[in-house]
């Protein structure tokens, strides 16, 4: 399977709040109780967009990576595979991916946020 990380840019924010929004919303929801302004402004003020990432398989958009490299180890914020695409080994291919750019940067760990 053959993905390609294609960086997200600015104008392509509100697909980006959708997406992560359509991932982590029911986990968020039956925890803290969902809002919209809240987690739109903690997307903006406490991520940088250059850490974000549209998973592509061919021309199609499977999922949306959030990384970055953070001393030693590189840390997933956000992978998450679009509801249309799961079960097909995505996740598993992604996470392959980043275990490979962290070891070419000399990164010692990966490490990765998660809901579940």
Same mark, same amino acid.
């Given at each position: 399977?053959?993905?390609v990380? *294609?960086?997200i840019?600015?104008?392509?924010f *509100?697909?980006l709040? $959708?997406?992560?929004? =359509? +991932?982590?919303f029911?986990? $968020?929801?039956a %925890?803290f +109780? /969902?809002d919209?302004?809240?987690? !739109?402004?903690s997307?903006?003020?406490?991520?940088s967009?250059d850490w974000f990432?549209? %998973?592509?398989?061919k021309?199609? !958009? $499977? +999922?949306?990576?959030?990384?970055?490299?953070h001393? @030693?180890s590189?840390?997933v914020? /956000?992978l998450i %595979?679009f509801? =249309? /695409?799961r #079960? !097909?080994?995505?996740g598993?291919s992604?996470? @392959?991916? $980043? #275990?490979?750019? @962290?070891? *070419?940067? +000399?990164?010692t @760990? %990966?490490t990765?946020?998660?809901?579940?």
């Amino acid at each position: 399977m053959k993905l390609v990380l *294609e960086p997200i840019v600015k104008s392509e924010f *509100e697909d980006l709040f $959708v997406r992560i929004k =359509e +991932g982590i919303f029911p986990y $968020v929801d039956a %925890v803290f +109780g /969902w809002d919209d302004k809240f987690q !739109r402004q903690s997307l903006e003020n406490e991520y940088s967009l250059d850490w974000f990432y549209w %998973v592509k398989m061919k021309q199609d !958009r $499977v +999922g949306v990576l959030c990384y970055k490299r953070h001393n @030693a180890s590189c840390h997933v914020h /956000w992978l998450i %595979v679009f509801p =249309e /695409w799961r #079960q !097909r080994n995505i996740g598993t291919s992604i996470m @392959a991916f $980043v #275990q490979k750019k @962290a070891r *070419e940067s +000399g990164c010692t @760990a %990966v490490t990765l946020s998660s809901f579940k």
